[in-house]
């Protein structure tokens, strides 16, 4: 903090850019504002209010379904939601968790979930991939490992289980939207991450708002999508909102993990470079929709869910598993 004072004194006055009133705590450099504790509160509810609207996100009579799993990201925007929602008495508001089966590590994050949803009033709905799978995430991976799986990390199977868990719970809710709490830097990750798999077509499917493009499949909405991820842990931690801070023990597995520490690296060196490959990838996307074409999707196999495939992504890699 003492860093940072220095060098708001170098630059001039510490005094917050948007009220000029209080001392300014907190500073954005890849923005250049100072701001004070209220005014940075209401800089992120603000700026999410503004992203739906940019994007579109909501009707105003939506039964929305936000995924909550008890990490910051999720808790700090079913709280902020959970505001704007009041504005909207024709909207509806219900929160959905997954629990993968982490030992020590899911237990905590659904309580948290659970006290968040009380405090708030809003209804809470819960799914388990034991329920939907027959195996927890723990028993996946002990598989994994005693077959010698060493081409797909065990987030590659809790990613695809986890959004195909999301979607049969937020349709079970009767949800029109499921609201995720994916970030700035999850998204430039993820833009990242598609490009050193080799699945740059991906980028035209991953956007803030997903098509509507099957009556089974809950269209997804990002609205923390331009707030980095340090922001939302800070507006957590001042609005006294309480959250899981014990990270996955699976995800140092992970490349996504790999990325991440590279970004934040080159965030230090370069303010708003999350940003910039963001925008990259909203520039280029309408030109990567045109040369992926129109997307049919068709009911898996075995299970119903929507799939490109005669087998969907996750029986897939089910039925890998138990063979």
């Known amino acids: 903090m003492a860093n940072r004072k220095v060098e708001w004194n170098a630059m001039g006055s510490s005094v917050c850019s948007m009220c000029k009133r209080k001392e300014a705590f907190f500073f954005r450099p890849y923005s250049g504002e100072k701001l004070c504790k209220g005014c940075f509160i209401r800089s992120i509810e603000g700026k999410v209010r503004a992203t739906i609207a940019k994007y579109k996100m909501f009707e105003f009579d939506d039964r929305i379904a936000v995924a909550v799993s008890g990490g910051k990201d999720s808790v700090s925007l079913l709280h902020i939601l959970a505001k704007i929602e009041r504005d909207y008495p024709k909207a509806s508001l219900v929160a959905v968790s997954i629990d993968e089966g982490i030992a020590g590590y899911r237990d905590e994050a659904l309580k948290i979930a659970g006290e968040n949803c009380r405090r708030l009033g809003v209804e809470h709905h819960i799914i388990s991939f034991k329920e939907l799978y027959g195996l927890t995430l723990d028993e996946i991976v002990e598989r994994l490992r005693e077959g010698g799986e060493t081409e797909l990390t065990p987030c590659a199977y809790c990613g695809v289980l986890r959004r195909k868990a999301l979607n049969v719970i937020a349709r079970k809710v009767e949800a029109e939207k499921l609201a995720t709490a994916h970030t700035l830097d999850d998204e430039a990750q993820t833009i990242l991450l598609n490009m050193f798999h080799g699945d740059v077509m991906r980028i035209a499917r991953e956007k803030p708002v997903t098509d509507n493009v099957h009556p089974k499949l809950v269209r997804r909405v990002k609205p923390l999508c331009e707030i980095p ?95």
């Open 229 to 323: 991820e340090r922001e939302t842990a800070l507006f957590a931690y001042f609005k006294k909102i309480k959250f899981q801070s014990m990270p996955c023990p699976y995800a140092p597995e992970a490349l996504r993990n790999d990325i991440r520490l590279f970004l934040n690296r080159m965030e230090e060196k370069h303010a708003g470079i999350k940003y910039t490959v963001f925008k990259a990838a909203e520039r280029i996307r309408p030109a990567l929709e045109r040369a992926a074409g129109v997307e049919i999707l068709k009911e898996c196999c075995l299970c119903g869910e929507p799939t490109v495939q005669d087998v969907c992504k996750a029986c897939e890699m089910l039925q890998k598993l138990r063979a």
